[in-house]
């Protein structure tokens, strides 16, 4: 059952019952409707209560069943608020916790509302790429006043139950519980207090008007079109309450409905949704049930207190863990703790932390030159320098002297995690834990599952990823693990864009237009050329038949590794982040080019796109298939969390999947008869080249 029926007295209960969030979903649409029905034919039921069970009153429509009949099947949302709204005896909404979307689009189809304090109430639709499609846009204004009403729903933030109650004129909520335990009890006295009252209010029916009329919704678009960028709903969501002050409620609510539909099938709501489901499934690992037990984390001792040691070290610091930082030299800890105090000074400084907070930060933070001191930490995540035998020193001692059950993690970004884990006599222990720089600010956690990682140890860390509020997904080991794997195929097709006719400025900003945050070139001037350098030299080695742009070394053997050498693909002003176009690179370019006898060509933005996303999505669809990534949208969440993939195109794998398998596949065989690019590689991954032909995606 998704709903309960009780009787108290003259009163009816309607208690919503689908966990997690009372999602409005079918069922529970067409059980509310029912009991309304049983409800308003009981000669003794004098009025009817609506309220949730457990965590929430209602999350809203069931994200789940977008996209499916089953999300209009009557009766769809708009014929439960009806069904409401007709109701011949009073329904009331005694409303906790959360109110969302189509639960408080519900909640304003009652006669009435009382609220528990503490409950925060959204209409969170335009986050979907949405606006609420069940009235909210027509009712909130008539409910709350139109400036409110439009902030809430414009920005889809949650506002408190109190503060709402404090709106002078408000007619959201009738009464204010004055606890959320006391909350049923007094609905159940408030439905009796109103039981007789006639006619029955409705919020359809009060006037809604804003006094300064066109100038304010001016206003409004000038300052959500700065905001909205690539999304459409927000502007919608003006149009919307605007409509609700110039049309009759009945059209104010055909033209919401319109809206609603038309965002429903843009790529961006589709994008966004996605990632709304992605991001929680990331935190899923197929045979790593729910229950599984976690260990016990209260404290953390970090190895190194370099770029990554130190920002790792924050993170756990902000939750309120304590931290022991461990490093060889008493200087290169001084630098490490001087380096965080600049960093949490910067944040007071705007503002953006306490005094008391950063002091009591910092009060969590000590430090170390002896392992003995590490001994009782119940989770080690080590951050020296990305050399085998470096970690086989340090996962040794910490072997020695951790205690038993104590978590070992490694935050390498290239290095063998089975191979780590065997420097230990406790290799179900160890983990990776790849944290994307800077550190403490960077969402994204990528969790590198050895061979022998015991299953407890995953759902620790992917719980504490929670608590440090990263975005965790899981990966399985492999050269570059999810990511970088992937990145390195993106800079290949880069090199090969500048042998055949581009300058980086092109490529970066046909990247940039696209919707990443930074092209490849400002990336690698950023993140340090001498990284992509040191990789491509092992990779010689290694792989001596794999085609490489020679640009990129001969780039670096000028010196010009980034911003941080004040020059890369880019020049730099001292101090200064902007890009500046080089001539000096550009001439360099030029001049390989001559030397290969290559004749330039016009490269379009389209192409340069596609060669860049398109190497990112085949080599995406390998390690799918090779079990390094457990579903494709975890591999979204990575380019969107750790590599700034335009987030309303929704990652690699959904844009590949929006654009059609089948047509990325033929890019691929036309990309391969370039015989300046590399054939093999865009020969479709097998995995790719069955999904298309079958005509199915990867999501
Ligand atoms: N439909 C279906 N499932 C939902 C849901 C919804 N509206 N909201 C949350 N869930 C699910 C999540 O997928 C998750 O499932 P899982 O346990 O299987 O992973 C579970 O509920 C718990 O979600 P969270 O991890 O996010 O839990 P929190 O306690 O942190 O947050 C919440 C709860 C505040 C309700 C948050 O989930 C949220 O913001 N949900 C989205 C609410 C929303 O966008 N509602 C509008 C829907 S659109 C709509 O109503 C259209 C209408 O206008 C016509
Ligand atoms: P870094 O050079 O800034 O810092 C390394 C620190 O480790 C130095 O302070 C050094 O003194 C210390 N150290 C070296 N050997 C040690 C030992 N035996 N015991 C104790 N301390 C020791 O390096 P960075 O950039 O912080 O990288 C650290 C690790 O993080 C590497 O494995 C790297 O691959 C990985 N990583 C780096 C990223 C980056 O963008 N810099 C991103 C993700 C991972």
Known sequence: MT????????????????????????????????????????????????????????????????????????????????????????????????????????????????????????????????????????????????????????????????????????????????????????????????????????????????????????????????????????????????????????????????LFINLMWTPESRALRHIFM???????????????????????????????????????????????????????????????????????????????????????????????????????????????????????????????????????????????????????????MHFFSPANIMKLLEVVRGEKTGKDVLATVMALAKKIRKTAVVSGVCDGFIGNRMIEQYGRQGGFLLDEGCTPEQVDKAAEKFGFAMGPFRMGDLAGNDIGWAIRKRRYQEKPDMKYSKTADLLCEKGRFGQKTGAGWYDYLPGKRDAIPSAEVVQMIEAHRASLGITPRKISDEEIVQRLVFALVNEAAHILEEGIANKASDIDMVYLMGYGFPIFRGGPMLYADQLGLFNVVQAMHRFAQNPLDDAKFWQPAPLLARLAAEGKTFN
């Open 278 to 432: 992605a991001e929680r499934a990331a935190s899923k690992i197929p045979d790593v049930p729910a229950d599984t037990p976690q260990r016990e984390i209260k404290s953390i001792a970090v190895i190194g207190a370099g770029t990554m040691g130190g920002g790792i070290a924050m993170n756990f610091l902000n939750a309120g863990i304590p931290v022991r930082m461990l490093e060889m030299k008493q200087e290169a800890l001084d630098r490490g703790l001087a380096t965080i105090r600049k960093n949490y000074e910067a944040q007071v400084k705007k503002g953006k932390l306490k005094q008391d907070k950063y002091e009591q930060r910092m009060g969590l933070l000590s430090t170390t030159l002896s392992y003995d001191d590490l001994k009782d930490a119940d989770l080690v995540i080590e951050a020296v320098f990305e050399e085998m035998g470096v970690k086989e020193k340090v996962f040794k001692e910490l072997d020695r002297v951790m205690k038993p059950g104590a978590i070992l993690a490694s935050n390498t970004s290239t290095l063998d995690v089975n191979q780590i884990a065997g420097f230990t006599q406790r290799p179900q222990d160890v983990v990776g």
């Open 3 to 258: 709903t309960h029926y009780e009787v108290h007295g003259t009163v009816a209960r309607i208690t919503l019952s689908n966990p997690p969030v009372n999602g409005l979903g079918h069922a529970t649409r067409l059980s509310i409707t029912d009991n309304l029905q049983k409800a308003n034919a009981d000669a003794a039921i004098k009025s009817i209560v609506i309220t949730g069970a457990g965590k929430a009153f209602s999350g809203g429509a069931d994200i789940k069943e977008f996209g499916s009949p089953k999300a209009m099947q009557e009766p769809n949302l708009l014929s439960v608020i009806s069904a409401v709204e007709n109701s011949s005896k009073p329904v009331v909404a005694a409303i906790h916790s959360v109110c969302m979307g189509g639960g408080l689009e519900l909640a304003l189809g009652c006669h009435y509302r009382i609220a528990a304090p503490g409950c925060s109430v959204a209409l969170p639709e335009v986050k979907l790429g949405l606006l609420p499609g069940a009235g909210g846009t027509q009712r909130l204004p008539r409910a709350l006043g139109v400036e409110p009403a439009l902030n809430m729903i414009v920005s889809g933030e949650p506002v408190k139950s109190e503060l709402l109650a404090q709106i002078p004129g408000q007619k959201l909520f009738d009464k204010m519980a004055s606890s959320a335990e006391s909350l049923q009890e007094e609905a159940l006295v408030f439905a009796q207090s109103i039981a007789d009252t006639r006619p029955l209010p409705l919020v359809r029916s009060l006037p809604c008007k804003h006094p300064k009329g066109d100038a304010y919704f001016q206003f409004a678009r000038n300052m959500v079109k700065g905001m909205a960028k690539n999304f459409p709903a927000p502007l919608k969501c003006v149009d919307a309450v605007e409509a609700a002050t110039k049309r009759k409620f009945e059209d104010g609510m055909l033209f919401e409905r319109e």
